[in-house]
């Protein structure tokens, strides 16, 4: 190897060197503290793109540095590998899927190895592979058996074009996410999974989780949706039937002039009998069609009808008109309101259009005493005082709640409760390249599950992909008829396969014994790794991939198999990649493949830039500029340790250290202590990745520009060497390749990330103190030594508390603090 920067020589050899010593293995080691970093696995879609890079080499950088900072770390890397596009491949190149995904996969690792990321790759993980499905099969047997996975017949939403159902969250704007087709609704049996069983500890564990950004917290809140209030019915007059309502505001009770039901309710039928039935009968029929094409009920215009029929207020005993409109959902609550129309917006819109009378029974705090007995001319939705309501008048709100639902107890009229918003996981997918749900139906038996012996349930590989409706399973005559495994009778199989969310639930779980045989993993290995110390993927998964996994881990956690009820406690969403001002797409024709950058400047350079250009939780945009600067800044590096290589002569360690003073060599041996301390900093506490690099670009800079003069004495020339060994030793997590090899040619033995990272002397490190003057209207009074940059606020604190400062202002507070950071605090009296 020359003195050339020849960076394709220098990362395919120490790739192999990383290779051959097992560099990555991670070890289960109580002697050492552990640390279990995850990046979101990909979908093996055929190439790495920029968003894996930039995830794949934020942890890295932190994954690196722990383990030279002495953990045990655990980085592994796997493959969702189950899923619609390589079955929709399949059908369109003829390929079969296995074939797709495995090549794919095959491709997809080499990239990543062509990287440098420090994956353990002896636990790599591929979901589509029956060692892997295996146990998601496993996993719902036993949920089956607690009465956790179960079947019922329900309205999903149906693309016609990827044939199968969709999750809520993947519809969008009335579209399939994924193809834009309109989405439709149909009636299946399909399987759950109960998640809402876990809905309050969803929730609660939310106080675990401090250290994930607030908006992701606030998504799956919002998706849980947990409201409390009361249920009360109301009589149908005439009928022993009552129509329940859910109720958060229990307390406008009194206020309720009308009901209105979903025209799906199972009430619907009464209400409509009679001599209207032809012409409600036909309405409710038009509206159910069309809330069922069209579920978004924000975009639709409210519409309803007054069925003429009356119910009993249970706490007024007034009799008041039931509607039923387009606006009620039968899969919230009880699929029927009560209409308060004073103080509920969408009531009042809705009595307004209708002519139904408008009541107040809540007044603004302070005007209870007032009367309110004419119509209102806008609504009222705050808690304020009761009026108008019998004996409960003069309450307030939040008391009127308690006391009214106590008294619906009492009186049999309801009773308070909570409900979610959240519904169970339909997981049914009638598509092959799934993981097959493992039960037979039996004409005698019913539903039995697949005993654990029999598992897994292989997918069988001969099948006809045509692209037909239905499942192609459902059309292979082998795998659909088999034995009961009870009475040994003929059994049909299920052909449904498992939403890929299954496989993604748990994977990290897989990773702690990857070849576990006897159950989905080896419950002490995730006890030693688990919870994963620091996960980071992009933020598209706030609610389905990450409120799935906690529900998982819990689930896990309830079978015996971990103590854990919080898989990650840290949560870092990574930015988007952008060019030209949008996020890199097919569509924009913006994007920029990664194997063409690794050619032309390798995967150092790529990572520096990537890592440096904006911090991880930000944005970040490619710039050609941006990544040949980094390019030039590994060459200078290369360049001045090459220059100076006659420096790393003498015995390796040992470089005394210059004593404080203020001389060139005392200065470049404070900075490098400052650098130090820095970049553990920044990569370890903060994760500001990009100002690490800038701190080593300025030890850099220091090192560069006084080299000259430093050359002329022994202790400039320990110095420099100390600054050049501290950067290359620096830059190791985020230019790992460049950094072993111009460790190996200073001398060392070993792998440079087997090595220790370097420890800071605090004392070196501390910065100068600022001398901050403090005046008392312009007149100076005292000063004080800071720590630089201290913010103005505790400038302010520190000033105030003098004692000549608190004599000058006698006693009185300041009537204004002006600060100039670092130097001066002026103080207004
Ligand atoms: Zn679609
Ligand atoms: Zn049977």
């Known amino acids: 190897m020359t003195e050339t920067y020849d960076f394709a020589a220098v990362e395919t050899k120490w790739q192999r060197a990383w290779e051959d010593g097992r560099a990555f293995a991670a070890v289960e080691d109580p002697s050492k503290p552990k640390y279990y970093l995850l990046e979101m696995y990909p979908y093996p879609s055929g190439r790495i793109h920029m968003g894996h890079v930039r995830n794949y080499s934020i942890g890295d950088v932190i994954a690196r540095q722990k383990i030279m900072a002495g953990y045990s770390v655990l980085h592994p890397i796997g493959w969702d590998a189950l899923g619609m596009p390589a079955e929709n491949a399949a059908i369109k190149h003829g390929t079969h899927p296995r074939t797709w995904t495995l090549d794919n996969v095959a491709h997809m690792r080499t990239q990543l190895k062509r990287m440098g990321i420090s994956y353990d790759w002896d636990r790599e993980v591929n979901t589509c ?218 009531d009042f819109e809705f009595a307004r259009a209708y002519g139904i009378p408008i009541r107040t029974v809540i007044a603004p705090a302070g005007r209870a005493g007032e009367r309110f007995d004419a119509e209102p001319a806008e609504v009222f939705e705050d808690l304020g005082v009761l009026v108008n309501s019998g004996p409960f008048s003069g309450l307030p709100a939040d008391k009127a709640m308690e006391e009214m639902g106590r008294y619906a107890e009492e009186r049999g009229l309801g009773r308070r409760s909570t409900i979610f918003r959240i519904r169970d996981w339909g997981i049914s997918r009638q598509r092959y390249w799934g993981t097959p749900i493992p039960v037979v139906t039996c004409d005698r038996c019913g539903i039995v599950g697949v005993p654990d012996a029999d598992l897994p349930v292989e997918l069988p590989l001969d099948v006809k992909l045509t692209g037909e409706e239905g499942s192609p399973l459902e059309r292979h005559e082998g795998f659909v008829h088999t034995t009961c495994p009870k009475c040994h009778g003929p059994a049909r199989r299920e052909t ?183 970049v553990t900093e920044d990569i370890g506490v903060r994760f500001h990745l990009n100002t690490a690099v800038s701190s080593i670009m300025e030890l850099y800079n220091m090192a560069r520009k006084e080299r000259d003069a430093l050359y002329e004495t022994p202790a400039g020339r320990s110095a420099l060497r100390l600054a050049l060994e501290t950067i290359v030793r620096l830059l190791s997590p985020f230019a790992p390749h460049l950094a072993e090899e111009l460790w190996e040619r200073t001398g060392h033995r070993g792998l440079l990330m087997r090595s220790a990272w370097p420890v800071y002397d605090a004392g070196l490190a501390r910065e100068e103190m600022a001398t901050v003057v403090v005046q008392v209207n312009g007149k100076v009074r005292d000063r004080f030594e800071a720590v630089p940059d201290l913010p103005e606020a505790d400038l302010e604190a520190a000033a105030l508390a003098l004692t000549k400062v608190q004599a000058a202002l006698g006693g009185k507070p300041p009537r204004k603090v002006i600060s100039v950071r670092n130097k001066l605090v002026n103080i207004v009296s």
């Not at 520096?608 to 945009?621: C, R």
């Open 129 to 346: 592979l029956p060692e892997y499905y295996k146990w998601n099969q496993w996993i719902f047997l036993r949920m089956l058996e607690k009465g956790l996975a179960f079947r019922k017949e329900s309205w999903v939403n149906w693309c016609s074009q990827c044939r199968t159902v969709l999750a809520n969250e993947q519809v969008v704007g009335g579209g399939c996410w994924r193809c834009d087709t309109p989405v439709t609704q149909k009636k299946m049996e399909q399987w759950f999974l109960k998640i809402t069983a876990y809905a309050d500890e969803l929730l609660a564990g939310h106080a675990q989780l401090s250290k994930w950004p607030e908006h992701v917290l606030q998504m799956q809140k919002n998706w849980i949706g947990r409201s409390t209030g009361a249920h009360v019915r109301f009589r149908l007059d005439g009928t022993d039937k009552s129509i329940e309502v859910f109720t958060t505001r229990l307390d406008t009770i009194y206020g309720a002039t009308f009901l209105v039901v979903s025209a799906e309710h199972p009430v619907v039928p009464d209400l409509i009998a009679g001599p209207r039935e032809k012409e409600l009968g036909a309405w409710v029929d038009r509206t159910v069609a069309e809330m069922r094409k069209r579920r978004d009920i924000g975009e639709t215009e409210k519409d309803g009808v007054d069925t003429g029929k009356k119910a009993f207020n249970p706490f007024t005993g007034e009799k008041v008109p039931v509607w039923i409109a387009n606006y009620v959902l039968m899969d919230y609550g009880t699929g029927a309101i009560m209409g308060v129309p004073a103080h509920d917006g969408r």
């Open 496 to 678: 449904d396969t498992m939403d890929t969310f299954v496989d993604s639930s748990w994977y990290f779980f897989r990773y702690c014994s990857p070849r576990e045989g006897s159950l989905p993993f080896r419950p002490e290995a995730a006890a030693a790794w688990l919870p994963v110390d620091l996960y980071i993927g992009g933020v598209e998964h706030a609610i389905l991939h990450l409120i799935y996994s906690r529900f998982f881990t819990k689930v896990l956690r309830d079978f015996g198999l971990t103590p854990v009820s919080e898989p990650f406690p840290h949560y870092l969403a990574q930015g988007m990649v952008t060019k030209d001002g949008s996020a890199m797409s097919k569509s924009k024709g913006n994007i920029v493949d990664p194997d063409d950058i690794l050619n032309k400047y390798g995967a150092d350079t790529l990572r520096l830039f990537i890592l440096f250009a904006s911090p991880p939780d930000k944005e970040f945009a490619w710039s050609e500029d941006g990544l040949e600067g980094c390019y030039r800044f590994l060459l200078r590096v290369w360049t001045i340790v090459h220059e100076n290589l006659d420096l790393f002569a003498g015995p390796a360690g040992g470089v005394d250290v210059p004593a404080a003073g203020g001389d060139a060599p005392a200065r470049l041996v404070k900075k490098t202590h400052q650098t130090i301390r820095k």
